[in-house]
């Protein structure tokens, strides 16, 4: 490598160690990819999630030779935002180095089909949200990167919209905050007949508040790992999703690479019809990693018998000193307050639709507050 003039011999070898480790984490990445095969029924990570019709049918699709076509647009970013292509071969590294739920495959696949995007670069508090609209009509698997500077506060909000029925979206998202940063991000995706979101979201002590939102899917999947590497970090994710007859597939992972960090997560689905929902949250805790504060709760409510829930929280806690729970609940609407809303003359849909949104309100009124 070349070193800058004017270094001290410390500085180069640091830079040359870095280096060494870079190149080593890229070369483990491009055997993961070699090594990783398409998800099928034995992948315990894609358990529910009818691997053999839908990773199958996505996989064909990135493996073709359908162009890569969509809409990338951003509001109220100034400066911040770069457009991103796949002649970025430092983003396409950062995207290589990105864990997943299970779909390692198709995430190596993707990297070959990297589409449009962009990179937020935030450097300075944000006056008002940030929006990344994504929009296709066909096929497209486009990119996010966004980088938040230490003791900034913003907001980003991004939209995944299909504008056909045929639609098929395939979209990675890296996020980095900083010590003493925080961030509150939206995730809006909609009318797609695919759709597969891959989100990394590594905190070096900040506070980082997280809400997903998926409706009219004909099948979405969503993984997000949310990766804490200093004390005092903060994550909270959140998801309200109504995936009326459709399949929604939901991963995360809430890993604590060290100690004196918090980390909470509330899912809530309304199904009717016959929706299938499926959760599967792990929390890890890493040795050493004392003073940990992790917390997960899935709940459903059912609309229809026809509808189906898979609900899977898990610990995995390798240190001491740590409050770590899980909880799971999946139930059909409370009939007593059906009961008090059609006894004040409320149409019977009205008020189930009535209590199904207040179900999802309390997810978005945490998230904002």
């Keep these: 490598m070349d070193f800058p003039q004017n270094i001290s011999m410390e500085e180069a070898f640091a830079l040359a160690e870095a280096e060494a480790k870079l190149e080593a984490a890229l070369q483990e990445s491009r055997n993961r990819f070699t090594n990783a095969r398409i998800p099928d029924r034995l992948n315990e990570d894609w358990r529910f999630g009818r691997p053999h019709q839908y990773a199958t049918a996505l996989a064909e699709l990135l493996q073709g030779d ?45 990297l070959q089909r990297f589409g449009s995007g962009y990179a937020l670069y935030i450097e300075e508090d944000t006056a008002e949200p940030i929006h990344l609209h994504y929009k296709t009509a066909g096929f497209y698997t486009p990119s996010t990167f966004i980088m938040v500077a230490p003791g900034v506060k913003a907001q980003v909000v991004e939209h995944h919209e299909g504008l056909s029925e045929n639609a098929v979206l395939f979209a990675t998202r890296n996020i980095q905050v900083a010590e003493g940063a925080e961030l509150k991000l939206q995730l809006h995706s909609s009318c797609m007949q695919r759709y597969l979101c891959i989100t990394d979201i590594q905190n070096m002590g900040g506070k980082v508040s997280q809400l997903t939102r998926h409706e009219n899917h004909a099948w979405a999947r969503e993984e997000t790992v949310a990766e804490i590497y200093a004390p005092g970090s903060d994550i909270q994710l959140f998801s309200a999703n109504l995936p009326t007859s459709s399949v929604l597939d939901q991963h995360t992972r809430q890993i604590h690479h060290t100690g004196g960090a918090t980390s909470n997560l509330l899912y809530k689905n309304v199904l009717d019809g016959t929706a299938t929902a499926t959760f599967a949250g792990n929390i890890y805790v890493a040795p050493g990693a004392h003073h940990t504060d992790a917390y997960q709760s899935n709940r459903n409510l059912l609309l229809s018998e026809d509808a189906t829930v898979n609900s899977l929280p898990g610990l995995e806690i390798l240190a001491d000193k740590v409050r770590c729970s899980h909880g799971s609940a999946t139930a059909p609407v409370n009939e007593e307050q059906l009961f008090y809303l059609l006894s004040r003359g409320i149409p019977r849909d009205e008020a189930i639709s009535l209590l199904a949104q207040g179900f999802i309100d309390d997810v978005i009124e945490k998230f904002n507050n």
């Design 66 to 110: 359908t162009p890569s076509q969509g809409e990338a647009s951003v509001l109220h970013a100034g400066a911040a935002a770069v457009p991103v292509s796949a002649a970025d071969e430092d983003l396409k590294q950062t995207e290589m180095l990105m864990p997943t739920i299970g779909s390692d495959a198709l995430l190596g696949l993707h």
